[in-house]
């Protein structure tokens, strides 16, 4: 087990090190000068030179890249061009509020998900099981920002339980703080809930069907025990690969939906990064997702023997 996370762990660095690279490349093709934007449209050339040489902007691509390496490997991540702080610090402020909002929306997925799923794999042919289809099919095509703006217009326009956006620090406000959770959260866990639902239902469905099942009902036991105990037990093993991806795609439509309903997290601090072409920003946040996204799922293999015994990743 050990040799296989230190294995995991080494795997990683090549891959963040191309997703940095790429990363890097992409943001310095958009059109615009950061020096320009920082200074404003009056400023004349000379100082503009002199910022951009300041800023380092000066030198080749590959060189910037590998100067910025250097110092990440270090653990520095260079400092923010527009918010004059630290990349880190920067990022340390916005992550609590992105974390919250993706912990949320995944509960909130696998909440109804779990639940839905199961109790249409035991009640075929019913209309549960035709109302949680057309749910799911739904949910699956309707982009997350579509549906924040059907939310935003329903729940806090019309009969307004809810405000439309912004953000109060739980441990200020916590109230507040729940109110302001719930139309985010529903917006971004939407599409997880189905996707989370077909995939436990046919689970479930696949499971039923195994002789152990049979021999678990054919012993007496209430179908409620063979279902919940015996069946889902197993049927949630495909559902820890799909959890696992799932918090590369919230991560990402959180940047998103934090800009649609003003939440200050990484998401939204990438979106302003990216218009105003703040580099150190852009390139922090792109490998701070990365690695959460490969850490996340590390811990997603690492934890299959504990839904199954009959996995030995010592055997993989």
């Not at 992550?95 to 009640?123: C, K, M, N, Q, R």
């Amino acid at each position: 087990m050990l040799r296989y996370i230190i294995q995991r762990i080494i795997f990683m660095i090549p891959v963040a090190l191309i997703v940095s690279f790429m990363a890097f490349l992409l943001i310095h093709l958009i059109p615009g000068d950061p020096a320009r934007v920082l200074l404003g449209e009056e400023a004349t050339p000379q100082t503009v030179a002199a910022l951009r040489k300041e800023l380092g902007l000066d030198q080749p691509l590959l060189i910037q890249f590998v100067l910025w390496l250097w110092q990440a490997v270090h653990g520095n991540l260079g400092v923010s061009i527009q918010l004059h702080l630290p990349v880190t610090q920067a990022l340390m402020q916005r992550l609590p509020v992105t974390v919250e909002l993706g912990v949320a929306s995944l509960l909130f997925s696998l909440v109804l998900a779990i639940p839905l799923g199961v109790y249409s794999a035991t009640h075929r042919n019913s209309l549960v099981e035709w109302l949680v289809n057309i749910s799911s099919l739904l949910g699956t095509a309707v982009p997350s920002f579509v549906l924040a703006l059907v939310l935003i217009f329903l729940f806090a326009v019309v009969w307004r339980p809810f405000p439309p956006g912004g953000y109060a620090p739980l441990i200020d406000d916590p109230v507040r703080n729940l109110r302001d959770l719930v139309l985010p959260m529903i917006a971004l866990g939407t599409g997880a809930v189905a996707v989370n639902l077909r995939q436990i239902r046919a689970s479930m469905t696949e499971v039923l069907a195994q002789d152990y099942v049979r021999t678990a009902r054919a012993k007496g036991l209430s179908e409620r025990r063979v279902n919940y105990v015996h069946a889902l037990r197993n049927a949630l093993v495909p559902m820890i690969t799909i959890v696992g991806l799932q918090i590369g795609s919230i991560l990402g439509g959180a940047f998103v939906i934090e800009t649609v309903f003003l939440w200050p997290g990484v998401g939204a601090l990438a979106i302003q990064s990216i218009f105003s072409k703040d580099y150190p920003v852009v390139q922090g946040v792109v490998l701070l997702v990365a690695f959460s996204y490969m850490l996340t799922n590390l811990l997603v293999d690492v934890s299959y023997p504990l839904f199954d015994p009959r996995i030995r990743l010592s055997k993989s």
